[in-house]
Antibody
Framework: EVQLVESGGGLVQPGGSLRLSCAAS????????MDWVRQAPGKGLELIGR??????????HYAASVKGRFTVSRDDSKSSLFLQMNSLKSEDTAVYYC???????WGQGTLVMVSS | DVVMTQSPLSLPVTLGQPASISCRSS???????????LTWFQQRPGQSPRRLIY???NRDSGVPDRFSGSGSGTDFTLKISRVEAEDVGIYYC?????????FGQGTKLEIK
C-alpha cells in the first residue's frame, strides 16, 4: 500500500522558515517524480513544486508564487521528500500535501500557519 | 499559465440523478507524445484529494463505474451517472500537460 506521510508543519512568524518532510513507502520512490501541492483554507489546489528522478537529474520546477523562496529536495536512500520554505508570508498559510500527482498518490497533508 | 475553468462551481443534485461537470482549458492539453493529461480528483470533506480519472477517460482502480470522463483538446467533462451520498465533496480537474500543472477552481457537489 502506498503511503505518504508529511511532517514538520506548524506556526511560524512572517519572514521565518520551515522545513517539511514526507516519508514514502509502498512503492519504488526513487523512480518517481514527486510534488508538493498546497491548499489555503477554504481554497483550491496549487501545485507549487516538483522534483524529477535521478534519470532526469533531479530537476526541480516551481510555481511563480514560491520561486526563489521554496526549495524541493529528496533523499532516495531514505525514500523521503523535503520542502524548505524561507521568507514565509501570510499567504503561504495552507495545508501542504506531498504527492505524486501523476500517479494519484497523496499524503494526508500538514498545516503551515504563517502569522505573528 | 494554463487556466482551467470549471462549471458549475456549485452542483446540487438529487440522489440517484445524474451530474455533469465541465472543465475547459485555455490551451490544448495534447502533449507532444500524443497523450492528453487531464485528470479529475475528488476531495471529500476533511480528506486529501483522490484521483478518479486520468488521461481524460481512464478510471482509477476502485472508482465506481458510475464515474466517467470524456473530452478532447480544451473541453472535458466528468459525469456521474447516478449520484450517491458518498459522492458529496469538491471535484477538481487538473492539467498535467504544461508546467506549472494547474487545477480548476473546484465544483462543490451537494445533495439536494
Amino acid at each position: 500500500e502506498v503511503q505518504l506521510v508529511e511532517s514538520g508543519g506548524g506556526l511560524v512568524q512572517p519572514g521565518g522558515s520551515l522545513r517539511l518532510s514526507c516519508a514514502a513507502s509502498g512503492f519504488t520512490f526513487s523512480d518517481h517524480y514527486m510534488d508538493w501541492v498546497r491548499q489555503a483554507p477554504g481554497k483550491g489546489l496549487e501545485l507549487i513544486g516538483r522534483i524529477t528522478n535521478k534519470a532526469y537529474s533531479y530537476t526541480t520546477h516551481y510555481a511563480a508564487s514560491v520561486k526563489g523562496r521554496f526549495t524541493v529536495s529528496r533523499d532516495d536512500s531514505k525514500s523521503s521528500l523535503f520542502l524548505q520554505m524561507n521568507s514565509l508570508k501570510s499567504e503561504d498559510t495552507a495545508v501542504y500535501y506531498c504527492a505524486d500527482v501523476g500517479r494519484g498518490y497523496w499524503g494526508q497533508g500538514t498545516l503551515v500557519m504563517v502569522s505573528s | 499559465d494554463v487556466v482551467m475553468t470549471q462549471s458549475p462551481l456549485s452542483l446540487p443534485v438529487t440522489l440517484g440523478q445524474p451530474a455533469s461537470i465541465s472543465c475547459r482549458s485555455s490551451q490544448s492539453l495534447v502533449f507532444s507524445d500524443g497523450n492528453t493529461y487531464l485528470t479529475w480528483f475528488q476531495q471529500r470533506p476533511g480528506q486529501s484529494p483522490r484521483r478518479l480519472i486520468y488521461e481524460v477517460s481512464n478510471r482509477d482502480s476502485g472508482v465506481p463505474d458510475r464515474f466517467s470522463g470524456s473530452g478532447s483538446g480544451t473541453d472535458f467533462t466528468l459525469k456521474i451517472s447516478r449520484v450517491e451520498a458518498e459522492d458529496v465533496g469538491i471535484y477538481y480537474c487538473m492539467q498535467g500537460t504544461h508546467w506549472p500543472n494547474t487545477f480548476g477552481q473546484g465544483t462543490k457537489l451537494e445533495i439536494k
